[in-house]
């Protein structure tokens, strides 16, 4: 497989970052790069190493091991007020590997390397996360782009597993399946891994979610046919109604647009899948003098929104009905 260089490293981490609804700037391009991101609500300062990760390669590496070499670095260097992350992309599996900084902020040895099976990027790909433990209490993290920035958030939390061994059974069973313990089952008594065992299920849940109404509507919105990395993963049903579920059917992929106007009922869509046009709000947005570009955004909507090729994919005619209700239309 390719190894990657620096900036192609770099643009992972970005794309992930914009990929998961949050926004970044550069602070240093050069490695190890340094990037504050930031969503709504909050901010980080991020220090990111990062190399490719290959296989252990020779026979006195065992058959499983795959690593990160790390090269031109002589010492990690913790980021005060910050997050320190060191990382590995593998291109085989499409994932990235963390491990933790506070069992490598001594100087490095010659050729240093840090090790990870090839069981747990294989899990992190179809899973999208997965956890090895070293041996040393020392978690090493694999995970597919989408959860980057729950690494973030929480990696300080989502290491220290490491060092409780039925709480890390609980998080690697979360992993395997976010849809099987359930809410008695995670009720662990640590109330911050708890809380990270929660985050790890929602993400994963809403990353798979999103994965798989996006896949359906081929990327593109549903409503206007844009694609351009602008389209989101719509709730039909929110998933805050006690129907609203993460089932494919109740989903729609929709730019950011009109994932809003859909939101704020200003368009929708009927059980015959035909789009409708809130006229009542656009005449009372222009008696308010907020009624410009109201033209263009008729014509650039569909009549029918686009649907998936597989019938059992498409919205659910009885979310539909419910949602619409609920959002206010009387159709
Ligand atoms: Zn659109």
């Given at each position: 497989m390719a190894r990657l260089s620096k900036p192609q490293l770099l643009s992972l981490v970005t794309v992930a970052i914009n990929e998961a609804g949050w926004r970044f700037l550069y602070l240093?391009?050069?490695?190890?790069f340094e990037l504050q991101i930031y969503s709504d609500v909050e901010t980080y300062r991020v220090r990111a190493y990062i190399w490719n990760i290959t296989h252990g390669g020779g026979s006195q590496r065992p058959a499983n091991e795959y690593r990160i070499q790390i090269t031109g670095v002589e010492q990690f260097v913790w980021l005060d007020e910050g997050k320190t992350l060191i990382l590995g992309w593998s291109d085989d599996f499409h994932v990235f590997a963390a491990w933790d900084f506070n069992y490598h902020d001594s100087t490095l040895g010659s050729s240093p390397s840090l090790q990870i099976h090839q069981s747990t990027l294989e899990s992190a790909y179809t899973d999208g996360f997965a956890v090895h433990?070293?041996?040393?209490?020392e978690l090493a993290i694999a995970f597919r782009p989408a959860f980057l920035v729950d690494y973030i958030r929480s990696l300080e939390s989502l290491h220290a597993f490491g060092q409780y061994q039925s709480d890390l059974n609980l998080l690697g069973a979360v992993a395997h399946d976010p849809y099987a313990p359930n809410d008695a089952e995670i009720a662990i008594t640590d109330i911050q891994r708890q809380t990270t065992i929660r985050s790890v299920r929602q993400s994963l849940r809403s990353s798979n979610f999103r994965a798989r109404v996006l896949s359906a509507y081929d990327h593109?919105?549903?409503?206007?046919?844009?694609?351009?990395?602008?389209v989101q993963a719509a709730h039909?049903?929110?998933?805050?109604?006690?129907?609203?579920?993460?089932?494919?059917?109740?989903g729609i992929a929709s730019c950011y647009l009109h994932h809003a106007a859909y939101d704020r009922a200003l368009i929708t869509f009927d059980e015959t899948y035909h789009i409708h046009v809130n006229e009542t709000q656009i005449a009372e947005l222009m008696n308010l003098n907020r009624g410009g570009g109201a033209d263009q955004f008729r014509e650039a909507l569909h009549q029918i929104i686009a649907l998936p090729a597989d019938k059992a994919l498409r919205p659910h005619v009885g979310y539909i009905e419910i949602a619409n209700d609920l959002r206010g239309w009387g159709l």
């Open positions: 240093s391009d050069a490695h190890p433990e070293k041996g040393n209490q593109k919105c549903a409503f206007c046919g844009v694609q351009l990395n602008l039909i049903l929110p998933v805050s109604h006690e129907a609203g579920t993460d089932e494919t059917f109740n």
